[in-house]
């Protein structure tokens, strides 16, 4: 016979049934996974053939003292994140005012589609190494090199979006504006532009993703700084805790990032449709 928890009898939900709701939900199954996680880890490293490889208790030591600013690098993980974020918010402010120009020319003529597509198909199968190595020997070991290499690697994502956010379009309306005699700006502005906006967010969230990975390998063989840079630190100083550490600040960057701000502005832009209301109302 199977249990089903209940209420309890005094009209309010007992324990059991509280937390047996908080497991099943959103913020449970991934509290369940990350547990999971980090007890795998725990007992998988005294498996492994090497002692390099820290217990999550190390790594998290390491991290809280970077947090506390205690530590060993030229830099904290304060001074260190900031240095990136600098160059990866000018590289993508970069790609995005290339990318969503050039994307929406591509998606209304033909002819810079021809001309510009297998180009853009190039850029996307270049690996981030290679931009970073070109661009640190040419441009040293500064900002310059880590800067375009995120404007390389996020304008294919954002310009194949857009281009093609604007052949989804409905050709009527479009159809309808040209019987109307609507100016071009107009048309993009008012029917084109609104219309893709799904589109456009895909391609942000797209491009910001690949420039933060962008951004890390250039730091990593193309800087002096940086918290890519603060990595191949410890991987030198031989400090594998220093390693994962950083990469799950990382992380933990990214997901602030990703819910903060892409998350928070999605639900701006688009709380007129009913299944991000949905959503919304559910978190």
Known sequence: MTSVSTPAANGRPSVAHVLGGWIRGRRGALTTFVVALFVFWQVSVPLLPTELIPYPYEVAGFMWDEIRG???APHTVYQAFG??????GIG???AV???????LVMGMSLRFEAMFRDFLVVLLTIPYLVW?????????FGSGAPVL??????????ILNVMEGVRDVPRDLVDMANAFEMPRPTLIRHVIFPSQMPFVFAALRYGFANGW??????EVFGAADGAGWTIRYWYDAHRAQGVIGYAL????????LERVVFGRLSKTVFRWRPAVADRASEN
């Open 83 to 88: 240095i990136t974020f600098g160059r990866l």
């Open 70 to 72: 205690d530590t060993l």
């Open 97 to 103: 005012a290339i990318g969503v120009p050039v994307g």
């Open 132 to 140: 970073a190595l070109v661009f640190s020997m040419w441009l040293g």
């Open 249 to 256: 600040f990382f992380v933990l960057f990214s997901l602030v």
């Open 213 to 218: 990975k962008g951004v890390v390998v250039a």
């Open 149 to 158: 290499t995120v404007t390389l690697t996020a304008l294919p994502f954002i």
């Open 92 to 94: 993508f402010v970069l």
